[in-house]
């Protein structure tokens, strides 16, 4: 013990910078890991960073108008309520279609505090111009940010709702944690002050109250809801819904995502411990002649692993404590969106369980890397014999004997032997440089398919920029109107909610333009759909009804079954890819296949999606079009998922920072390396006549070919391995196989270039110390 | 080992066979069938030209390096089978060794070079500073306690390493060519105080191709190609003034 604690200290102090430099590499990488996850948690799960913005409520419980609903208040485990809300229910018409929207309405002087909406659009309500009072003004009403869209309404517009005499003006569009509204489903939630309530003529089946609570442990939601139940009782209680049917409703779309970030999370850690793994082992087999020193002194084997795995265990932690600490306490004053996601993250639940565990892992990756080297250590003989006898040589090939016969610079073809003399040890150090570059084209690819979808939104399933309907003008009008628009081509399009056998959830049944005119979507697979009873579906109703392309499928849509046979696959961005296109003649012959006769015109199509011409700038297309027909039509922007993906782009930003941090330990592993090697030749390096600068090329254009090795190899791979890992996650999603995109050759050049750069210039300085250090005047420099 | 047992060689080799396998060459018979016995107190050198194989006789009876065949006792405890823990153990305590290349840990100062051994034969760090002033005392060498081996001459980290081998006074010194990388005035150095511990009673086996130094010795083993080929006794023939190199060994017919 005294021995082994007698040497640990002086190794430390003997190489003390070098020590310094370990646990500042690791206190970085443990930080940059923590901010990444941070980042992920931010972007990942958007209902996750909703309810934590707006401190929301875990249990919503929809009670008759006379229950004492605020008495739910006092339960011990309720820690802040929401309400109790007074509460309508109403309905609105609902365009396209002629489904009716049932809402809740709530009474609300001010924005409550707890699972307060927050204002995506418009303001909240004000007690003064919104309560109707004065003549000419109407009462006004804010609306859940999901309703809103399918009612087409934004703020500004007027809605007709039932029971009120008056048409309500709409204030502001605001976002919740709530379910989210889904037409014939889930009713919506919109937010009146409640004098707006008293003034509705609704009857008492249709008053009610509703209050949140929000609960101080997650888990016990249940228990909470039976409290609920027994003290209000079962004939009161009209509803209740907690913040896990939420949180499943709002996941539908966001799996991608969730994937995507989880993935590159994986990847980064595990490039993180290969590169402290192969700095640590590379350290270790520097001291490869203390070590056999050691044992023949009276070491066991086994007191030196332990005493290699203390010292770099102990410098592990110490590196890792260091980082965990800084970001705890420095996260939040990061500016821009990392701070703001540290601030999320605390209070995010896991959040100390999910720190504990990068940091422990990161402990454990690098524990594993020192004892597989320790244990090689520990393997070492303990006869010092002279290292230069045992390394395995070889005739120069002939390559390198032609490369030098043709006056190729020495340097360069010592430097090219010297990287790849001995293929295990420069393949394991192209290897272990391989890895970040591989992670960081990865996360170019997923760059590059995230521009695909802004810049060509065409190939992904996305052609028309805008959608446009009227309610004020006929079909005739509505088509002469588009037609006479030169930059844009106007397809007719229809949309419903179809059952399918064995689901309980609707999928949606699309019909977009006609058999003269058909719609130009991406399919990815098989082909469009030509004729009558053909169809496209998304990925993700293929995996739904474990059907493939070529299957025929049945569906119900209003209580009249349709036949639909699957031709193609398409990439389906929205409703998690559960959606079947059609022709709009294929959807309106399987709408009119009843006893009912047809009527002379064809049902108007519910709304176009305008293709805009290459070039054309949506806003401006918008404006003439508004111009054009007086203010009669409503148009537009067909929401695209980039948008929501965008934090993936942020999140690519900073994996690519953290992977550069990686590689660069890497590279000084490398270099290290390979100055130390070469260092053993210098003697004779100079005696057969290489000038010190020579020397100094030697070393480093061995750095430089062993980047250049890894930079291709990575690169290559990873080209390989983004477009396979996209697909795979963009198929699992539900949004389909087909959506990944390479990135530019020009890109990935610069990568390579900028790498084998980065490497030479990390070598010159060692480089030209090694080689100008004094010649060794004793053998033991040698050794 | 215990010395309250007199009796008996220190050393008992039986026919030792150590054969080298390097990669990609034929195997190099180091060692073929050695039988050797030393007894306590005797300074005995193991002469040869090189590539006899004497530094493998050597790493063999210290246990640096394992036999292929055949039987070797330490004061009367057969160790052949030890592993490499104990054999490690059994060094710290009754073996020193010296190399041709001093083999100083290069990263800790003189005094924690000389004072590692004994630290890990269990005494307390002051009683091991005072062994270790002791002996560097004894060696010549106060003064450079805080050096580096780095700063030292060639003749002082042998010094250094002598001193390192005897802190634990160890039943058995072995010598691997310990002036090999010094000069005259080095060699001549190392030779007076190998003879002075000698006088004081320690076991000393020297594997040298010098034969001057050999001549240091009590007796002088021969070692050519793997076995031993001659055995003599010095101090048995007249001391002759001027007496050459050759006359110290003669070859048996």
């Known amino acids: 013990m005294r021995a082994a604690a007698r040497w640990t200290q002086a190794h430390l102090t003997a190489h003390r910078p070098a020590a310094v430099l370990t646990a500042l590499a690791t206190a970085g990488i443990t930080i940059s890991l923590l901010l990444a996850t941070a980042l992920f948690a931010y972007a990942a799960d958007p209902w996750q960073r909703a309810f934590t913005q707006s401190s929301g409520a875990h249990v919503w419980i929809h009670t008759q108008g006379g229950a004492p609903a605020g008495s739910l208040a006092g339960l011990d485990e309720v820690r802040a309520t929401s309400g109790p809300f007074r509460t309508v229910r109403t309905t609105a018409s609902l365009q396209p279609g002629d489904s009716r929207a049932t809402l809740e309405l709530r009474g609300a002087a001010k924005r409550p505090a707890t699972a307060a909406p927050q204002i995506v659009a418009g303001r909240w309500l004000d007690a003064h111009t919104d309560a109707g009072a004065d003549a000419g003004a109407t009462q006004g009403i804010v609306l859940e940010s999901s309703v809103a869209r399918a009612m087409w309404a934004k703020p500004g517009d007027t809605i007709v709702l039932s029971g009120f005499a008056a048409h309500l003006r709409v204030v502001g569009v605001a976002d919740t944690a709530e379910v989210t509204f889904r037409a014939g489903e889930t009713p919506g939630v919109a937010w009146v002050l409640p004098a707006t309530l008293d003034a509705s003529d609704a009857g008492r089946d249709e008053r009610g109250r509703t209050i949140g609570l929000q609960l101080g442990d997650p888990a016990d939601t249940d228990y909470v809801v039976q409290r609920a139940v027994t003290r209000l009782g079962a004939d009161q209680i009209t509803d209740v819904s907690t913040w896990r049917q939420a949180k499943a409703a709002a996941e539908g779309g966001n799996q991608l995502l969730g994937r995507l970030l989880g993935l590159f999370g994986l990847g980064a850690l595990l490039a993180a411990a290969l590169a402290v793994g192969g700095a640590i082992s590379t350290r270790i087999r520097g001291h490869l002649r203390d070590i056999s020193i050691l044992k023949a002194i009276g070491f066991t084997p086994g007191q030196v692993v332990r005493m290699f795995v203390a010292l770099h265990l102990g410098l592990a932690l110490l590196g890792v404590a260091l980082g965990a600490l800084l970001t705890q306490v420095v996260g939040t004053l990061v500016p821009g969106r990392i701070g703001e996601a540290m601030a999320l993250w605390r209070q995010l639940p896991g959040h100390a369980w999910l720190t504990l565990v990068i940091s422990g892992g990161v402990v454990a990756f690098i524990g594993a890397a020192t004892c597989l080297a320790a244990w090689r250590a520990g393997r070492v003989p303990p006869v010092p014999v002279a290292r230069a006898a045992t390394a395995a040589g070889g005739r120069a090939s002939a390559l390198t004997r032609r490369a030098l016969g043709l006056r190729v610079p020495p340097a360069l073809v010592l430097g090219w032997r010297g990287a790849f003399h001995r293929p295990l040890r420069s393949s394991a150090a192209v290897a272990r440089l391989a890895v970040p570059l591989l992670l960081i084209t990865i996360a170019l690819g997923a760059w590059t398919t995230l521009d695909r979808f802004t810049s060509h939104p065409e190939n992904v399933g996305l052609p028309a920029a805008l959608t446009a309907r009227s309610d004020t003008l006929d079909d005739r009008e509505l088509r002469q109107l588009l037609g006479s628009q030169r930059e844009m081509t106007a397809y007719p399009g229809a949309e419903v909610q179809a059952l399918v056998p064995g689901q309980t959830g609707t999928i949606t049944l699309r019909g977009l333009g006609t058999d003269a005119r058909p719609y130009p979507g991406a399919v990815v697979e098989g082909r469009a759909a030509h004729g009558p009873d053909e169809a496209v579906a998304g990925q993700g109703l293929l995996d739904l009804l474990d059907a493939r392309v070529g299957d025929w499928v049945r569906m119900t849509v209003a209580g009249r079954p349709h036949v639909l046979h699957i031709v193609g696959r398409s990439i389906e961005t929205s409703d998690g890819g559960r959606v079947v296109s059609t022709t709009l003649d294929t959807l309106r012959e399987g709408a009119g296949d009843d006893a009912a006769p047809r009527a002379d015109a064809p049902p108007r199509p519910d709304f176009y999606q305008l293709v805009l011409r290459p070039g054309a700038d949506p806003d401006s297309a918008r404006e003439s079009l508004s111009k054009a027909s007086g203010g009669r039509l409503e148009v537009r922007e067909t929401p695209n998922p980039a948008d929501q993906l965008s934090a993936v782009r942020a999140v690519s930003v900073g994996l690519i920072a953290v992977l550069t941090l990686i590689g660069l330990v890497e590279l000084a592993t490398t270099v290290g390396a390979g100055v130390r090697d070469r260092s053993r030749d210098l003697l004779a390096l100079r005696a057969v006549g290489l000038t010190p600068r020579q020397i100094t090329a030697v070393i480093v254009s061995a750095t430089a070919f062993i980047t250049l090795a890894a930079a291709l190899a990575g690169t290559t791979l990873g080209v390989l391995a983004s477009q396979w890992l996209i697909n795979l996650q963009g198929r699992a999603s539900g949004w389909g196989a087909g959506i990944a995109q390479r990135p530019a050759p020009g890109i990935l050049l610069l990568v390579i270039v900028v790498a084998v750069l980065i490497a030479a210039t990390a070598a010159v300085l060692p480089a030209a110390r090694a080689a100008r250090r004094r010649l060794a005047d004793s053998a033991t420099d040698l050794l | ?253």
């Not at chain 2, 063999?60 to 036999?67: Q, T």
């Not at chain 2, 002791?134 to 580096?148: F, Y």
């Not at chain 2, 060639?154 to 005897?166: D, F, I, S, Y």
């Open chain 2, 1 to 253: 080992m215990n010395r309250d047992e007199p009796s008996g060689p220190i050393v008992r080799a039986a026919g030792l066979v150590k054969t080298h396998r390097p990669e990609g060459a034929a195997p190099v018979h180091a060692v073929r069938g050695v039988d050797l016995s030393i007894e306590r107190g005797e300074f005995v050198a193991l002469t040869g030209p090189s590539g006899a194989g004497k530094s493998t006789l050597l790493h063999l009876l210290g246990g640096l390096d394992r036999p292929d065949s055949g039987s070797l006792w330490l004061d009367g405890r057969q160790v052949d089978a030890y592993s490499e823990a104990r054999w490690a153990m059994l060094r710290r305590n009754h073996i020193g060794v010296v190399f041709q290349f001093f083999n100083l840990v290069s990263n800790l100062t003189v005094a924690d070079n000389v004072e590692l051994p004994a630290l890990l034969a269990g005494r307390s760090p002051r009683q091991a500073r005072t062994d270790r002033a002791e002996l560097l005392d004894e060696l010549g060498l106060t003064g450079k306690e805080n050096s580096t081996p780095g700063e030292l001459s060639g003749g002082e980290q042998q010094r250094v390493a002598l001193a390192r081998a005897l802190v634990n006074t160890p039943s058995l010194l072995l010598a691997d060519e310990p002036a090999g990388s010094l000069d005259s005035k080095g060699t001549k150095e190392v030779l007076r105080l190998l003879a002075r511990f000698h006088q004081r009673g320690q076991t000393i086996l020297l594997v040298t191709h010098d034969a001057r130094m050999a001549s240091a010795a009590d007796r002088v083993i021969s070692f050519f190609d793997g076995q031993v080929v001659d055995d003599a006794h010095l101090g048995d023939a007249p001391k002759r003034p001027a007496a050459g190199v050759a006359d110290v060994l003669k070859l048996k017919g």
